[in-house]
């Protein structure tokens, strides 16, 4: 089972950017599914900032408004688009799954298959 995130790169202020999230050997509909990420020079931070299963979606306060998420379950794959981009958005993202139990899940443990991470850079 593999999760492959891609589509990071660099944005001005203001800007957009889509990322991907594509799963491998298992089905990503099943799961729940959270977007994490890590600002250069800090640890990766403790709580998704967007978590998702079927028919429900958490956001952080912190993206609420600017990011979304969507799904195509043809090609396994979950995208977030990320609109309104601040150079605080500049991290390394990683798209994790956890059990798909009815459950949003916010905690980092929870989440048991990690992508590799992509890097968002925000910057004029």
């Known amino acids: 089972v593999q999760l492959q995130a891609s589509g990071g790169g660099l944005a001005q202020p203001g800007g957009s950017l889509r990322l991907a999230c594509e799963a491998s050997?298992?089905?990503?509909?099943?799961?729940?599914i959270g977007w994490f990420r890590q600002a250069p020079g800090k640890e990766r931070e403790g709580a998704p900032i967007?978590?998702?299963?079927?028919?429900?979606?958490y956001y952080a306060d912190s993206v609420r408004g600017r990011f979304t998420i969507s799904r195509d379950n043809a090609k396994n794959t979950l995208y977030l688009q990320m609109n309104s981009l601040k150079p605080e958005d500049t991290a390394v993202y990683y798209c994790?799954?956890?059990?798909?139990?009815?459950?949003?899940?916010?905690?980092?443990?929870?989440?048991?298959?990690w992508g590799q991470g992509t890097q968002v850079t925000v910057s004029s």
């Open positions: 994790a799954a956890a059990v798909g139990d009815g459950l949003l899940h916010l905690r980092t443990d929870e989440y048991d298959c």
């Open positions: 967007i978590s998702s299963d079927r028919g429900r979606t």
């Open positions: 050997g298992f089905y990503l509909d099943n799961y729940v």
